[in-house]
């Protein structure tokens, strides 16, 4: 899976609108360049329920999993301005 799959870019889609609109960016502007690993942990990041991903993108709670808490960093970093 070299590119962004319209299963995935629909899993970005959430209640939260600026949380979907992070996701949506992140995964239009760096999902082609992430690692294999990294594009499973997007897709595992994207299992989690919206109040837990908004606590990651805030930097409120930081995965255990390091892979994971790498991509929150980049996907952090993808909505810094």
């Not at 209640?15 to 992140?26: A, N, P, Q, S, W």
């Not at 919206?50 to 255990?64: K, S």
């Amino acid at each position: 899976m070299s590119t962004l799959d319209s299963r995935i870019y629909w899993r970005c889609r959430r209640g939260m609108r600026e949380l979907e609109e992070l996701l949506l960016d992140f995964a239009d502007a760096r999902y082609a360049g992430l690692t294999e690993e990294e594009r499973r942990a997007f897709v595992r990041l994207l299992d989690y329920p919206d109040p837990v991903l908004l606590e990651y993108t805030l930097g409120q709670v930081v995965p255990r999993d390091r892979t994971l808490a790498s991509l929150i960093n980049k996907l952090r970093a993808c909505a810094a301005p």
